[in-house]
């Protein structure tokens, strides 16, 4: 099954400890982005990558690392969370010239 | 900063009803624009992509597209319970078609009333 999938599903951490979020595709997809979405603000683009080794910041991206050393893999690493990180965070997937597909989400809360 | 703006909603409509759905964006060199579906607490589901002027129908669902006014709309026909949702229209600002950099609507949030 043609899938994104994204792990935790849920987390509740703390202020300044590290946290990675997994993002995984199996569809070869060459581009990968990272979303968060907050009542009021809607998705917004954090990171995007438009194939392995590429990757380039989207409109929300302080406070977040990425890396796509595996085409098939994209983690959101939080090297210092802090509590307006809190949030719903979507890894989406996509082929060239097609929409993109979206996990089923990460909720983070960070205390 | 390229922006996509829908109405506010809530969009409230009868089962039956035909639902409008309105979404204009700022960049006009963007090229790529979608459509999509979100349920409470899920992740977005893409219902349309349009990438020319005019209409696009999939089933009960008609993008239209006017990139001379920057407008794109969602027309759902014959509307169910099953469509209350919240639409959000994205839209890519790159100057070639594709989706690897979009800019999402805020959402309408729309409910069908049995």
């Known amino acids: 099954e043609a899938q994104v999938t994204q792990n935790p599903r849920y987390l509740i951490t703390v202020t300044g400890k590290k946290l990675t979020v997994t993002c995984s595709q199996n569809?070869?997809?060459?581009?990968m982005s990272w979303y968060r979405q907050d009542p009021g603000l809607g998705l917004r683009q954090i990171y995007y990558?438009?194939?392995?080794?590429?990757?380039d910041k989207g409109d929300v991206p302080e406070g977040y690392k990425v890396s796509r050393k595996e085409k098939r893999n994209f983690p959101l690493i939080l090297e210092s969370p802090s509590p307006n990180q809190t949030s719903l965070y979507f890894c989406?997937?996509?082929?060239?010239?097609?929409?993109?597909?979206f996990g089923d989400g990460t909720r983070l809360s960070i205390l | 900063q390229k922006e996509v703006e829908q109405n506010s909603g809530p969009l409230s409509v009868p089962e039956g009803a035909i639902a409008s759905l309105n979404c204009t964006y700022s960049?006009?060199?963007?090229?790529?624009f979608f459509w999509y579906r979100q349920y409470s607490g899920k992740s977005p589901e893409l219902i349309m992509s349009?990438?020319?002027?005019g209409d696009k129908e999939d089933g009960r669902f008609t993008a239209q597209l006017n990139k001379a006014s920057q407008y794109v709309s969602l027309l759902i026909r014959d509307s169910q319970p099953s469509d209350s949702a919240t639409y959000l229209c994205?839209?890519?600002?790159?100057?070639?078609?594709?989706?690897?950099?979009?800019?999402f609507g805020k959402g309408t949030k729309l409910t069908v009333n049995p």
């Open positions: 989406a997937s996509s082929a060239i010239m097609q929409p993109q597909h």
């Open positions: 569809m070869n997809h060459e581009y």
């Open positions: 990558s438009m194939n392995v080794e590429v990757t």
């Open positions: 960049d006009r060199g963007s090229q790529s």
């Open positions: 349009i990438y020319s002027n």
């Open positions: 994205a839209v890519n600002p790159g100057r070639r078609g594709g989706s690897e950099k979009l800019v």
